[in-house]
């Protein structure tokens, strides 16, 4: 098996791989916009480094390649909100990349925002160049919610209507909300109590994530490639599903970091959340679950305040 990382700019890099050799991208960017572990841009100068980073992706590509994109957003000094994934769509479709799937993948935990929604999800952008590309969905189906539904009419009326592998994952727009928790795109965020958390990188890329997308839009024996491998949870993912893997990284100390997390995924010993795992649940008689005291004050004069408002709007019923 195949496994070559790379230390240096990624633009210096990336030059040494071959064009056309690497079946699928698959990718969580620096977002370097004021992030102080970046070495902070402007949006227009983040743009324009990353016009030049997507060029060079499509130049290592197979006609038949994909690229799977993970980001975030970004929010200003200012607060003003920027979903990353809206500009670098223009980036890629002025290259000549299709877009054939927007996936948002769900995550519990993260921080409060006060001034606005909290953020719990983040965003995969899965390009291709052309109607020939690689799609398998039978490694990624979910158990289908009515396996027992069965066809009413036509030439197999009386059996099953679904496939007895699951049904398609889908996105999570098409995920009804009582499905979510099961979806194939709801895991966790790499955060302090995950066991692949690893306190040397700020913004760790879940393995599932990257395993779900090895799968999918790849074959056994394919390339991978990820311009900005960080710990190398891209490589761990085709290692443990058969692909070969080149990785680059600016740090240095990411790269040793990386190297070592993929020999150990090759040796059986490496910690990683096992890919469709059930998201952990806080049981009820747990302390936290339980409201604490301090909060039962402002908790019932909210509830007398909805009283007062459902009283009013019932008034206003009555008298129409």
């Given at each position: 098996m195949s496994i070559d990382l790379r230390h240096g700019d990624m633009l210096d890099q990336i030059k040494n791989v071959a064009n056309g050799t690497v079946d699928l991208v698959v990718c969580s960017p620096p977002y370097g916009i004021g992030k102080s572990y970046e070495n902070a841009?402007?949006?227009?100068?983040?743009?324009e480094w990353m016009d030049k980073v997507v060029a060079e992706i499509k130049r290592t590509l197979k006609k038949s390649g994909g690229v799977c994109w993970q980001v975030g957003t970004h929010v200003s000094d200012e607060g003003e909100y920027l979903p990353l994934d809206m500009l670098?769509?223009?980036?890629?479709?002025?290259?000549?990349?299709?877009?054939?799937?927007?996936?948002?993948?769900?995550?519990?935990?993260?921080?409060?925002?006060?001034?606005?929604?909290?953020?719990?999800?983040?965003?995969?952008?899965?390009?291709?160049?052309?109607?020939?590309?690689?799609?398998?969905?039978?490694?990624?189906?979910?158990?289908?919610?009515?396996?027992?539904?069965?066809?009413?009419?036509?030439?197999?009326?009386?059996?099953?209507s679904g496939n007895p592998l699951g049904k398609n994952p889908s996105d999570v727009w098409q995920i009804m909300m009582d499905e979510?928790?099961?979806?194939?795109?709801?895991?966790?965020?790499?955060?302090?109590n995950h066991v692949e958390k690893n306190s040397a990188h700020p913004c760790q890329f879940p393995v599932e994530l990257a395993e779900r997308c090895v799968l999918a839009f790849s074959n056994s024996s394919d390339t991978i490639l990820d311009p900005f491998c960080g710990l190398g949870s891209s490589g761990i993912a085709a290692v443990f599903h058969d692909r070969k893997f080149?990785?680059?990284?600016?740090?240095?100390?990411y790269i040793q970091l990386a190297r070592e997390r993929i020999e150990s995924a090759l040796d059986g010993t490496l910690k990683t959340r096992k890919i469709g795992t059930a998201i952990?649940?806080?049981?009820?008689?747990?302390?936290?679950k339980q409201t604490p005291a301090a909060w039962k004050q402002a908790i019932d004069k909210q509830k007398s305040k909805k009283r007062i408002y459902d009283q009013y709007r019932q008034d206003q019923d009555d008298g129409d």
């Open positions: 841009k402007t949006v227009s100068e983040y743009v670098f769509y223009p980036l890629f479709k002025k290259a000549g990349f299709i877009l054939k799937n927007r996936v948002m993948w769900t995550f519990g935990s993260g921080l409060h925002s006060e001034k606005r929604l909290s953020g719990r999800y983040e965003t995969l952008l899965w390009f291709v160049l052309g109607d020939k590309y690689t799609f398998n969905l039978d490694p990624i189906r979910v158990a289908s919610k009515y396996p027992g539904k069965c066809a009413y009419k036509g030439p197999n009326k009386g059996n099953p979510w928790e099961k979806s194939i795109w709801d895991f966790p965020n790499v955060k302090a080149v990785g680059i990284d600016s740090e240095a100390r952990a649940e806080t049981t009820a008689s747990s302390s936290l």
